[in-house]
């Protein structure tokens, strides 16, 4: 009777891990495929992106997520994939180049602000921790792309620069 009891227990628990197993790798595709008629379109690096402006800044790339929410993150098309990056500005816009995964581009006409935050995809850093860009992709959906550079010292720089863009148009 009490090896009943201990198999059943086992085969309970391997089930409802399985279970979870499952819910995990289905809930990902699922989530995949409802983000892919908001997100629509992802620009492309240019074969020209103009002069360089600022950077390559040196950080970790943290993902794009939903705007205005910080734990929503886009898994379509990569854009959730953490890797270290970096950061440049051009003179037509904000290019992530990510190790191991494709670099994002972002048209300096679809940048609405650049600001610093305390967190980002569901991690927290402290005050001013993450550099973030909020651009609007082609199909008019708003996101923000998170980035925690190596030399923090280099965030005012950016903030001030697309502050400058943002009150000339």
């Not at 892919?36 to 074969?47: N, T």
């Not at 005050?127 to 199909?139: A, E, H, M």
């Amino acid at each position: 009777m009490v090896n009943v009891v201990i198999i059943g227990g086992t085969l309970a628990v391997l089930a409802g891990l399985g279970r979870v197993v499952y819910m995990v790798a289905t809930g990902a595709a699922i989530k995949a495929r409802e983000q892919v008629e908001a997100v629509g379109e992802i620009p492309v690096l240019p074969d020209n992106p103009g002069e360089p402006v600022r950077g390559p800044d040196s950080g970790l790339y943290l993902g794009t997520t939903f705007a205005p929410s910080w734990q929503n993150k886009i898994t379509v098309g990569g854009l959730s994939d953490r890797s270290a990056a970096n950061i440049t500005e051009f003179t037509d816009g904000i290019e992530i180049a990510r190790q191991g995964a494709d670099d994002i581009w972002i048209p300096r006409g679809c940048v609405t602000v650049v600001r610093t935050e305390s967190g980002f995809g569901g991690k927290v850093m402290g005050d001013g921790g993450v550099l973030v860009v909020r651009w609007v992709l082609p199909g008019g959906t708003e996101v923000d792309s998170g980035i925690r550079a190596d030399d923090k010292a280099v965030y005012s720089g950016w903030v001030a620069d697309f502050a400058a863009t943002e009150s000339d148009q």
